[in-house]
């Protein structure tokens, strides 16, 4: 079976300075990872995908992961963050082979940035 | 453009009451999808749906019910609201071989 952690509930960290958000995934199969954002009372949203080849993959509003598949991880990361940032992020990984709609979902990191 | 829209936004219910969220999304996505939140938990899987007449279970299933007899809409019954199923509840919808869930903006049931 398939499983998300993340490693930490909450994160803060001052303005302009750089952030990374752990994820661990668990999988005996191939794997897409995601990692969506969830702004307060909204719904969530897609900052970026690992579907295949490159490892680092980029996404909206400067974030980036890395894909390591020895260390099973997928991290988010933000060289300088920004007051807006402040939301909560959820890592995922796709069930089972190939796309199925369905994701398993990590409990969430909630950024807090501060001034 | 709506994208996935979900009605009610809130709603407090009875133990014991039933009723139905509803999830409309006019992308034409094959799959469709029903979450819920709570705090620490993240997302959870209750019902999806590959397409329309075919639904399936996801992880926590008990207590709802769903059907797909179009591709725009899926809605999610609870039949006999308890106290367990307070929660916010997330639609999502995907194109098949698309691999990115479309969300909406969630529906926030409180049962008493």
């Known amino acids: 079976a398939q499983s998300v952690t993340q490693l930490d509930s909450q994160v803060p960290v001052f303005e302009e300075a750089p952030v990374e958000l752990r994820c661990n995934y668990s999988s005996s199969v191939s794997v897409y990872l995601f990692w969506y954002v969830q702004y307060p009372n909204q719904g969530l949203q897609l900052l970026l995908k690992?579907?295949?080849?490159?490892?680092l993959v980029k996404g909206i509003n400067g974030f980036e992961a890395e894909f390591n598949k020895s260390q099973t991880s997928f991290h988010l990361r933000k060289p300088s963050v920004h007051i807006s940032d402040t939301a909560e992020y959820f890592c995922?990984?796709?069930?089972?082979?190939?796309?199925?709609?369905?994701?398993?979902f990590g409990q969430g990191t909630t950024l807090q940035v501060k001034p | 453009n709506a994208g996935v829209t979900q009605t009610p936004k809130f709603q407090v219910l009875k133990t014991g009451q039933s009723m139905t969220l509803q999830c409309a999304q006019d992308?034409?996505?094959?799959?469709m999808s029903w979450y819920r939140q709570d705090p620490g938990m993240g997302l959870r899987l209750i019902h999806y749906s590959v397409g329309a007449g075919i639904t399936d279970q996801g992880e926590v299933p008990n207590g709802y019910n769903v059907s797909r007899s179009t591709t725009e809409d899926f809605p999610l019954r609870l039949l006999s609201a308890a106290p367990s199923q307070t929660s916010v509840y997330f639609c999502?919808?995907?194109?098949?071989?698309?691999?990115?869930?479309?969300f909406g903006a969630g529906s926030r049931l409180t049962v008493l």
């Open positions: 995922a990984v796709s069930s089972g082979s190939g796309n199925t709609g369905k994701l398993i």
């Open positions: 999502a919808s995907s194109k098949a071989g698309a691999n990115v869930l479309t």
């Open positions: 992308m034409n996505h094959e799959y």
């Open positions: 690992y579907l295949s080849g490159s490892t």
